[in-house]
Structure formats: C-alpha cells, structure tokens
C-alpha cells in the first residue's frame, strides 16, 4: 500500500521500511539494491535519522569511503543523535577526514553521545579513551565500566577479545569467579561517570529503591546526561508530583542531543495537555523525529494516536498505518504493543 500510495500520504518512516524490505528482500518483494536506496534517499531527504545513515552506506565506495556525498548525510545523521552516524563521524574527526587536523576533543564529544545512546562499537572505544587518557584524565574505573559495558554486550564466544580482559583486577571478580558487575558500576558512578549513575539508578529503581535511583538520576542529570535528564523528568509527571513544567524543560534540554526518549516525553506532553495546551500536530513534530530513530514506545504512541483517529486532521490515513505500527512495536517487543495484539486477536 505504502508503495502504491503517492509520497504525500505517507511519512518518511514507511518509506524507510520500504527501502528496507527492497534491502532484505522481504515482504514478497525482490532484492533490489538500487529500489532500496531511491527508498532511503527519499526517506533521508525528508529528515529520517536512520535512512540518512544507510545512505552513508550505499554512498561509500573502496577508493573514497568519505567522499562529499558520504560525509553530507553522515552529518546530517549525527546532527539528529543518530549512534552508529555519531561514532562514525568521531572516527573522521579522529582521522582528520574533515579538517585535514585530528580534533580529539571533537570526537570524544561524539564517541561518547553515541555511547550513552547504547551504540556497542562505542562502549570500546570510550575504554580505550579512559584507559589510555586520550584527550582526557585517565581513569581505569571508568575504563573498566565501558569494558564491562563492550563485553556484556558480546557474544559469549567473543568475549575473550573484549578489552575487559586485559583490564579486569582481581578486586572486580567474587567467590563464584564471575565478574562484578555491580562493584565495576558504583565504582566508575563514584568516580563521576554520568553513563554508570544513570545505570546504577536504573538497578536501583528495579529493586524498589526509589529515592536513591531518584538521586542518581538527579546527579546524571546535572550532569546533562540525556537519558538521566529523562529519567527525572519522567517521575516529575508522575501522578504524585505532576511539576509538568520542569519535566518539559528537562527533555527539551535532553532533546538538544537528538534523544528519542525525549522527543517522546515531549509528544506525550504535548498529546495530553500536560501543563500546556493540548497540541496534537505539535504532539506529532516531536514523535516523528523519536520514530524516525526507531524508538518502540514511540511506535506505540503512534499506532495507538491513529486507531484513536487522533491523527486524521493531521495525517489521514490512506496506508492503514496504526496496525501496522502497532505490530512495528510488537517486534521491538514492546510489552503494551504485544498486550494489545494478544487482546485483539482473542476478540
């Protein structure tokens, strides 16, 4: 339907998917390397964050890997907070391919945003940079803690080569022989790693320690972690605290960095009338952008906006894109997607 539909009744998103299909040859279409770039292009063209990083991809080529065209849309990628576009662009300011210059403190900016943004490639790479005091103070604590980050991530067949190995002290192993994780995260927290208290709080709040995940948080958050600032932000518009205002403020500060999660706090405030006027179109400016990243709780937020028929001023909808993007957030396994397909289908 999406292929069909002409290019104003749809959004960049289900171009993107498009072009993936024609990528991996599925959905019953062929293989089609040249259809399945014309869906990128067209889908990047239109401010897609992740089809911008797939034309980097198709524009590369052995003799010039950062040539005009790759190095245009590899900048476009990273200005929106797109990970694998941001360790990529760290790389070329590591490698002088912008400046002619290496510009370290440049691509650190960039190596760890793609990091807390959970881009596996940069776990290492921040390691190494705290290992080695590349361009900042060495510290083997926060070392350790990207390691550890880099290794849980790996294969278990792999993880012998993960740079952990080489960086692991007795001290971070128990009784059992496994490695402590837990110590190797409080201690890089405490050593002012805003990447490890953002995380410490996240353990904390699994286990019901409420007000202490709270402080963690806060600390990452003055630190401008996006995700910590998120994470406060969320609890502000919790039902017992309702500071709508200063959660705003915390994600469109979060939201500078590209952060999907911000840009759907921002949606859901605008969507609800939060402590502002209920905005649907302006609810949807910032949802397209978390989407466009792949963002499952967007999806949802999405799927559910247009069974809701909320969206039919804004967008109708000519592709029957809420189901379709209800089951998008299913196979990112997002619980409330998957609860609402499994009730559905018992109808």
């Known amino acids: 339907m999406v ?24 959905y019953m279409l062929p293989k089609d390397m040249d259809k ?16 911008q990083t797939f034309m980097v991809m198709g524009s590369m080529n052995y003799k010039d890997d950062h040539n005009e065209e790759v190095m245009h849309w590899l900048q476009k990628a990273a200005e929106q907070g797109e990970r694998q576009a941001l360790y990529n662009l760290g790389n070329s300011c590591h490698r002088r391919d912008i ?10 900016e960039l190596f760890r945003q793609s990091a807390e943004d959970g ?4 776990y290492s790479r921040m390691a190494l940079i705290y290992f080695n005091g590349e361009g900042v103070e060495k510290n083997l604590k926060i070392a350790k803690y990207w390691a550890w980050l880099d290794f849980a991530n790996l294969p278990e067949s792999f993880r012998d080569k993960s740079i ?40 904390l709040k699994n286990i019901g320690e409420n007000e202490k995940a709270f402080a963690l948080w806060q600390k990452a958050a003055d630190l401008k972690h996006p995700n910590g600032m998120c994470n406060v932000a969320r609890q502000c518009w919790t039902e017992n605290v309702k500071n709508y205002e200063r959660a705003r403020t915390l994600f469109e500060e979060a939201s500078k960095s590209g952060n999907q999660h911000a840009f759907y706090g921002l949606a859901v405030i605008h969507y609800q009338g939060l402590g502002v006027e209920k905005d649907v179109k ?38 029957l894109r809420g189901m379709s993007y209800m089951e998008q957030a299913a196979m990112d ?14 109808k």
């Open 164 to 203: 952990l190995v080489q960086l692991i002290e007795p001290e971070d192993v128990n009784e059992e022989n496994q490695i402590n994780f837990k110590k190797i995260i409080e201690d890089a927290a405490e050593a002012g790693e805003r990447d490890a208290m953002n995380n410490w709080a996240s353990g």
């Open 119 to 122: 881009y596996q490639a940069a």
């Open 282 to 319: 302006k609810a949807w400016e910032y949802l397209e952008k978390a989407i466009n990243k792949g963002d499952a709780e967007s999806r949802y937020l999405f799927a559910s906006m247009c069974l809701n028929n909320d969206m039919q001023e804004i967008l109708p909808d000519k592709v």
């Open 333 to 346: 396994n997002y619980k409330p997607a998957l609860d609402f397909l499994k009730s559905n289908q018992s």
């Open 36 to 51: 399945a770039l014309s869906y990128f292009r067209k889908a990047a063209e239109r401010g897609h964050a992740v089809a």
């Open 99 to 108: 400046s002619g210059l290496v510009d370290i403190s440049k691509s650190n």
């Open 3 to 26: 292929i069909d539909a002409s290019d104003s009744d749809v959004i960049a998103d289900e171009q993107f998917r498009v072009g993936i299909a024609y990528y991996e040859g599925a």
